[in-house]
């Protein structure tokens, strides 16, 4: 049994700073794939930034530059600091994790509930 927990997120003036984390607990024998996704009202769910077993980061154009991904693979956490945040970038956004939970298991995908981020102008 695997849970995904976020954490972090609120409202805050454009031109700020935001930090969500997240963490994965339970049975995990392997994290194959890392990634923050968001959904603005009324919009389909977008990829934020993903982070690829052996450590390659990808970002949507839309946040380069202002978003950084970190993890911490000893806390099985996920974080995504958030600068120059726009009102563009309010939605909620989830974390999303590629797990497995033993050596021969097959992989099984993971989402957190999600956490409101809102940007006021």
């Known amino acids: 049994q695997v849970q995904v927990a976020e954490s972090g997120g609120g409202l805050v003036q454009a031109g700020g700073t935001l930090r969500v984390s997240c963490v994965a607990s339970g049975t995990i024998f392997s994290i194959d794939a890392m990634a923050w996704y968001r959904q603005a009202p009324g919009k389909q769910r977008e990829l934020v930034a993903q982070?690829?077993?052996?450590?390659?980061?990808n970002y949507a154009d839309s946040v380069k530059g202002r978003f950084t991904l970190s993890r911490d693979y000893a806390k099985n956490t996920l974080y995504l600091e958030m600068n120059s945040l726009k009102p563009e970038d309010t939605a909620v956004y989830y974390c999303y994790y590629t797990i497995r939970s033993d050596r021969l298991s097959p992989r099984y995908d993971y989402w957190g509930q999600g956490t409101q981020v809102t940007v006021s102008s």
């Open positions: 982070s690829i077993s052996g450590g390659s980061t």
